[in-house]
């Protein structure tokens, strides 16, 4: 009798790492020509809404047309700089002194409304009050051209003594409105690059605001009292929509007194910088003698009493906020954002399909027998999604944010290149993040339309309740943008957003109420917390 | 000996209220359908705010109808996913040849499966609708929406209200349908429910970009959530894109063509 030998197959057994894993599953993908051509698709329509929809003064409520690029400030970033100057050569170190003891306004509750924009009739409509960040003050200035470096102490509207500098930078002095019997002392010292400001209430108790460096301030510098006033701007709630139907300029008065500076003996200049306001009907108004009714949006000023001004002024000296009243061209991240929805619903089928497919197909007992180890399966087919989806988002988004830069020329204020490359990166990456989620939802749900509804429902839905106006209050809107998925869309912010300016800050306007990467974080943990659930549960449950 | 006889459209119909009836997701999903309504809607009636003193119904512009009803906008994904569900897991399960061959009359089978489907929607749509506006009703006064303040109390006595309520209602049910004729088309119900789901979702999202220009009302006009849901309307009508009635028209339209869609295909292609 012989044992027989038990039957040993010759061919030399294959590797089962996680290599082969990855393999496997890349296989898979690219032999089911309907995802194939559903991830082409996506990138297609993706670039192609961006085609169509270009980020431009057309899309601007209050468009004209004319597209005037803004002034870029210090840092190369746009800015708003409007308002009216009236200045002195400050040379080397030295000191400004003034006193506030007024600022009111004039304003058009119904926005603009096709008023004149010069001579008697131009404030036809207006009434008494002031904006809430009309500003009043002491300024140095490196010149009296737009967009060169400044520091200035203001009294505002409704928020307070301020000191700003350069745009963007706000500091918070004395708080309360302004008034003959509330005067405001300011001064502001320069000692090389740094100027410091402080606030008083009675000219003899200095506290100190803030300190600031700035760079490019040359040793002769323009410095004196100044006045500006940001445009109005209504928000219309129409069903459906938030639309800043009217915007107009507004004007500021302020009475300064006290007004002293060292080493100063010459004459004050009154300069409109920037021209005046920004006007509805596009362009800007020539500047004019001081005080010029006929050009009341340039501003002007007269001397009253001893050492004393009465400035009146339009405009805003703030970083330049497309959507504000004051802004110019809009941001990318609107066009950026709608081919993006349309190419995440292709790839969030793609991805839920991914699985269910073979929960469908009974392949999944193939997949697990060769690769008893799930969490790597799952991992796998994970990773290749992922890739392969953040590619052709890649393709898909760089394509869309470039082509609609270039096109839209300076409709679009500069973005930096990180700028840029965070927009185009990071929203490839929340449309491979959002098809690992629908992955994820797929081995729980094993229905491969359980998976996509539920994937679609919590990133789109949530933005879109965010800008239905009237069904819920601002505060929840943001919320529903802060703890979804729907945060990662924070990721295609283009510019920020800065308190000191009023704009409609909304989603549908490309502003997010978390930062870039913290809405994109919050995406993440959604992703890994279904995916550590769907780990889980195909390990624990038979397939 | 029986004679054989071919199945006409009661029997059809009798069939597919046997299949939707004994599959359990059925009464998952009609009452997900009509408790996230409710649910959402109450939270957005909560979530309502408006500074005191500028509560005035001239001032927020609110509509406390529409603002009960919010929760359609999740409700109408649970009933496109019953909608596409119910085709489309004939196509994955291969039943539908079954289907086909019990009843050979396909434009009769989608028939009945529309009437079938209608039937249950308008049911669930009924008890969403009804008890998102009792939520209106009891929450709405209490968050700064009151007759104090010049809203007229949500009540199905009142024309708007009424037509508000009943409008959507009638909307789930289109909704229902146009995933149903999509998904017949398409076959595929993963698929399917992003296509509609995307035609439901996007069209606002991208009309909302182009906000100001001319295109964005045109896009409001066509497209089937944003004209359907003017329906919802009881204020301002006038700055609506669409009259109520003619935006229910439009989704009317989109689920007609939906089902002329869905029926070809069904026609004309091999099961």
Known sequence: MT?????????????????????????????????????????????????????????????????????????????????????????????????????????????????????????????????????????????TGQGTAYAALLVTGANGVRMQDDYTGDIAGLPGPVSAAAPRWLRLVRSGNSVSGYDSLNGTRWSLVGTVTLSGLPRTAQAGPFTASPSSMVLTQSLG????????????????????????????????????????GGGNANVNGPGNAAEPFNGGFRPSGTAGFTVRGSGDIAPNVPEAADGSGTSPTQVLDIGTFLGLIAMVVVGASFITAEYRRGLIRTTLTAAPHRTRVLAAKALVIAAVTFAAGLAATGVTLL????????????????????????????????????????????????????AIVVIVLPFLLAYIPGSLSTGAQDWLLRIFPAAGFAVSQAFPAYHQVVAPYQPNMGYFPLAPWVGFLVLCAWAAVAFAAAAYRLGRRDA | MTRARSADLPDVLHAEWTKLRTVASTYWLLLAAAALTIAVGAGAAAAFGCAAGACGAARTGADPARISLTGVYLGQAVVAVLAAAGIGGEYGTGMIRVTLTAAPRRLTVLAAKAAVLTGCVLASGLVAVGGSVLAGWLILPGRGLSAANGYAPLSLANGPDLRAAAGTVIYLALIALLALGITTAIRDSSTAIGVVLGLLYLFPIISEVVSGHALARRLEQIAPMTAGLDIEATVGLRSLPLAPWEGLGVLAAWAAGALVLGGLSLRLRDA
Request: include cysteine; charged fraction near 10%.
């Open chain 1, 403 to 454: 082509l609609d830069v270039a096109r839209a020329g300076s409709a679009i204020p500069p973005l930096t290149a990180l700028t840029e490359v965070r927009m185009i990166v990071g929203t490839a990456a929340l449309l491979a993040v959002a098809s690992v989620l629908a992955l994820a939802l797929g081995v729980l749900a094993r229905r491969g339309i359980a998976a996509v509804s539920a």
């Open chain 1, 241 to 280: 929509t938030v639309a800043t139907t009217g915007a107009a300029p507004t004007i500021a008065t302020a009475a300064f007194d006290h007004v002293a500076l060292s080493g100063a003996g010459g004459a004050w200049t009154g300069t409109s910088v920037g021209g005046g306001a920004a006007r509805p």
């Open chain 1, 3 to 143: 044992a027989i030998a038990p039957y040993r197959s010759p061919v030399t057994p294959g590797r089962d790492g996680f290599a082969q894993l990855l393999r496997a599953e890349w296989t898979k993908f690219r032999t089911v020509r309907g995802w194939v051509v559903g991830i082409l698709v996506a990138v297609l329509l993706t670039v192609g809404i961006g085609l169509t929809g270009s980020s431009g003064c057309g899309f601007n409520s209050n468009g004209t047309g004319a597209c005037p690029a803004a002034p870029t400030g210090p840092g190369g970033a746009a800015v708003t700089d409007r308002f009216y100057f009236v200045h002195q050569p400050l040379t080397g170190d030295g000191t400004v002194t003034a006193r506030v003891t007024s600022l009111t306004g004039v304003y058009s509750p119904s926005g603009y409304t096709g008023a004149p924009q010069t001579g008697p009739g131009a404030l036809k409509g207006y009434r008494s009050g002031v904006q809430p960040w009309a500003k009043a003050g002491i300024m140095i200035k490196a010149s």
